[in-house]
Nanobody, 126 residues
Framework: QVQLVESGGGLVQTGGSLRLACAAS????????MAWFRQAPGKEREIAAA????????YYADSMKGRSTISRDNAKATVYLQMNSLKPEDTAVYYC???????????????????WGHGTQVTVSS
């Protein structure tokens, strides 16, 4: 079984930064496209950012562009999401997801991801 464990969430003021981490175990992580999704209270879960298996291609939701960087360290089996200039509307539970298709390009549809972490809460105060 694949296990994904997120960390790095917390309470931060507007304009602050957070670095989320997702540690993977249980399968050949280095060949899996990965993504970060987020779900704000009362809203649907949405894509935040995605990265292909070797880190060579990335995707950002419009709301994240210019403020966030997704990266991965395959040696550590970890994916990161650096978020800067945080806004109250970034408040959400952030989930890490892994695709089960090795060497595939990243997906932006949550239903195409097989493995999920339990999420980490990010709260941005105004």
């Amino acid at each position: 079984q694949v296990q994904l464990v997120e960390s790095g969430g917390g309470l931060v003021q507007t304009g602050g930064s957070l670095r989320l981490a997702c540690a993977a175990s249980g399968r050949n992580f280095i060949t899996s496209p990965m993504a970060w999704f987020r779900q704000a209270p009362g809203k649907e879960r949405e894509i935040a950012a995605a990265i292909n298996w070797n880190g060579g291609s990335t995707y950002y939701a419009d709301s994240m562009k210019g403020r966030s960087t997704i990266s991965r360290d395959n040696a550590k089996a970890t994916v990161y999401l650096q978020m800067n200039s945080l806004k109250p509307e970034d408040t959400a539970v952030y989930y890490c997801a892994a695709d089960s298709h090795s060497y595939a390009h990243y997906k932006i549809n949550q239903y195409e991801y097989t493995y999920w972490g339990h999420g980490t809460q990010v709260t941005v105060s105004s």
